[in-house]
Each structure stands twice: as structure tokens, then as C-alpha cells.
């Protein structure tokens, strides 16, 4: 995605949300230094991240306790898996290692690490305040591809995106997805704080400016999606 088209919503997301451009910018640097020193068998391509999309179907989780349950509705196999945080963790519980895993470090980061040695593309994200956490965890894995809110660096991107999920669903349509599925999604969750709240606010809008008009985008269960005639086809479940 070109970031004078993400610009705009960036610098709205940041106005809603109190948050600090020159610490998400800061925090991309110190990704994009931690990357470069590392291993070139330790980084993964955005060749590889197009090779594991380009016109397959996507099957996007969310960490909504309602994962587990949804997984039984589809045949995993059938999908290139695109796990937000947190779900790689309920999915490698299931037996099912994530194709890619899109995080910003805040969820099960052991999980996340066996994943990634297991051949998981991690999608790490800096933004403002989870620089100690990049500095500490990012070494460790592998397989890693660096993103960002912010201005685009030549090894941390920006696919588009805010929150884990709706960032697996911008990168899932940016690699050329053929379909994409979601599951584990709750945008009305009650039990989350306010700060939460309004980051899944933010996620619904911004999945829908990615999936409006698109055709190939379904949800399961509590799931939600769109459809349209922008090339994307619709996936049965």
C-alpha cells in the first residue's frame, strides 16, 4: 500500500488515540537496525510473505475466545493461515502452525518464538511503545519481516493497518489474496477496557475500508466481511 494512500487514517487513528508519531517512527528505526544486524537465514522476504499469499485463500484469525470453536467450521488446510498475535498461540494448542503470524510482541511471545522455529513468517510490528520488547524478542525469532505504522523504511514496511487483525487483512489483500476469511473476530467484545474498545472500533473501519467492495471476504460465526467486485472471490465455509 502506498503511504500517501494510509497517510490520512494514520494521522486520524493517532489523533483519536493520543499517540506519538516520532516514537512510531523511532520505533521503526530501532526495528529496522535490530533487522539489519541480524542473520540473513533469520529474515524472511516479502517474496516469501507474496509466495505463501499470491492468489490463495486466506484464512485471517483473530484472538476472540471464539477461535477455538470457529476452527472446527473450516478445514485449516485449505488455507494459507494468517494468525493476529494472540492466535498463534490457540493454534499452536490446535496442532496448526501459522503460515504467518502478524504481531506487535504483546501476546504469547514464547509461542510466537516456537512458531517462527518452525517456520512461521513473523510479521513484527514497532510503534510507539513496545520498543524494550522489539529490542529484547526480535533477535530471538526467525523468519522475520519488519512493519510499521509509520513512514516505510527499506526493510520495515508499511502494508497498512492499526490493530493486529485488521493488519493481516491489509497485508492479506496487498500479497494478492484470492479470498479471505475471518474468524475469531469480536468488534463488540463487553469485557475489554476503553482503550480496547476503541481499537476494535478502529479495526472494524479500517477492515471495511480494505473489504468494501472487494468480493472474498466472509466471516465465521461472530466474524465479519464484505463482498464487492474488486477481484477478490468468495469463499464458502
Not at 86 to 110: E, F, R, S, W, Y
Request: hydrophobic letters at 45%.
Amino acid at each position: 500500500m502506498r503511504f500517501e494512500d494510509w497517510e490520512p487514517l494514520y494521522l486520524e487513528i493517532i489523533r483519536d488515540m493520543g499517540y506519538n508519531r516520532v516514537l512510531d517512527e523511532e520505533s521503526a528505526r530501532v526495528l529496522s537496525g535490530i533487522i539489519s544486524g541480524m542473520p540473513s537465514s533469520k529474515i524472511a522476504s516479502i517474496r516469501r510473505l507474496e509466495e505463501l499469499v499470491r492468489d490463495r485463500d486466506v484464512l485471517v484469525c483473530g484472538n476472540a475466545p471464539t477461535l477455538k470453536g470457529e476452527l472446527e467450521q473450516v478445514q485449516p488446510d485449505d488455507f494459507c493461515i494468517i494468525a493476529a498475535d494472540g492466535a498463534a498461540a490457540v493454534l499452536m494448542n490446535q496442532g496448526i502452525v501459522p503460515h504467518i503470524i502478524v504481531t506487535d510482541l504483546d501476546g504469547d511471545v514464547k509461542a510466537e518464538i516456537e512458531a517462527s522455529q518452525r517456520g512461521a513468517v513473523m510479521v513484527v510490528h514497532g510503534h510507539g511503545d513496545n520498543i524494550p520488547i522489539i529490542s529484547s524478542i526480535v533477535p530471538k525469532l526467525y523468519n522475520v519481516v519488519g512493519s510499521t505504522q509509520a513512514v516505510p523504511l527499506a526493510n520495515v514496511h508499511n502494508f497498512g493497518g492499526f490493530t493486529d487483525g485488521d493488519r493481516c487483512v491489509f497485508l492479506a489483500r496487498e500479497l494478492g489474496a484470492s479470498a479471505i476469511v475471518l474468524i475469531g473476530f469480536d468488534f463488540s467484545d463487553p469485557h475489554v477496557n476503553a482503550t480496547k474498545i476503541k481499537k476494535l472500533e478502529w479495526a472494524r473501519k479500517l477492515i471495511d475500508v480494505v473489504l468494501e467492495g472487494e468480493a472474498g471476504a466472509v466471516g465465521v460465526g461472530g466474524g465479519a466481511g464484505a463482498a464487492g467486485d474488486r477481484g477478490l472471490k468468495s469463499q464458502p465455509i
